[in-house]
């Protein structure tokens, strides 16, 4: 973070803006997002070619509820770094405005340019809710649904579940939007949304043995 700083921070404002940024990580870390907001604000003014401010103030934003606010920051920290990992939050953001066309034009941009399994997994979760919102169940099912289910699943893997298990249901089928809920309750019976999740299962009727 400092090494960036002073690589692409004029002399006289480095201090400033790493006292701003410092202060922002703090903020943001104890879940005080529009404290994080203000002060990144200022950082930004005096560096604006700081791809770490530009991130932090994105996800800040975010957190904030200003959808646009955060797609430009979050963007122009694509555009600074080549990273792809936060275009699942640019996808969350568009679906939020109701930019329907954008959030495919995202997700198959995504595609071409890929990432790690973590941001891939969060980009198919994002993708497919917005499909399922969209009342395409089928195709939400085709991005999210799993090959496999293992008892080792990363946190990642089982928020695909999640939203492959509520596709499932949408189209009527009961067994593996169960098995997918019985996986995901083994594994992470805290996970949010998993109690309306076996509900739902549970008031679709038995699933077949």
């Known amino acids: 973070m400092r090494d960036e700083i002073h690589r692409v921070t004029r002399k006289e404002r480095r201090d400033a803006a790493l006292l701003l940024l410092s202060g922002a990580v ?3 870390g104890n879940d005080a997002f529009p404290a994080a907001r203000r002060k990144l604000l200022e950082a930004k003014q005096l560096s604006p070619r700081s791809s770490t401010i530009r991130e932090l103030l994105g996800l800040s934003c975010y957190r904030c509820r200003n959808w646009d606010e955060a797609l430009a920051e979050l963007r122009a920290y694509r555009r600074l770094t080549g ?8 996808m969350d953001s568009l ?5 329907d066309r954008d959030v495919e034009v995202t997700w198959g941009r995504f595609l071409e340019l890929g990432g790690d399994r973590p941001t891939e ?3 198919r979760v994002v993708y497919a809710s917005y499909l399922l919102d969209r009342g395409r169940a089928a195709e939400a099912w085709e991005v999210a ?8 699943a990363q946190p990642y893997e089982r928020r695909c579940w999640f939203v492959a298990a509520r596709a499932a249901l949408a189209l009527g089928e009961v067994d593996p939007a169960a098995q997918l809920a019985e996986a995901i309750r083994r594994a992470d019976p805290d996970m ?12 679709a009727g038995p699933a077949r043995s």
Not at 95 to 99: D, G, I, K, N, V
Not at 145 to 152: K, N
Not at 192 to 203: I, K
């Open 83 to 90: 990273d792809t990992v936060h275009m699942p939050v640019e």
């Open 145 to 152: 649904g799993p090959d496999r289910l293992h008892a080792d």
């Open 26 to 28: 703090d903020s943001y």
């Open 192 to 203: 949010p949304g998993l109690e309306d999740l076996l509900r739902q299962v549970e008031e």
């Open 121 to 123: 997994a969060e980009a």
């Open 95 to 99: 679906r939020a405005l109701e930019r």
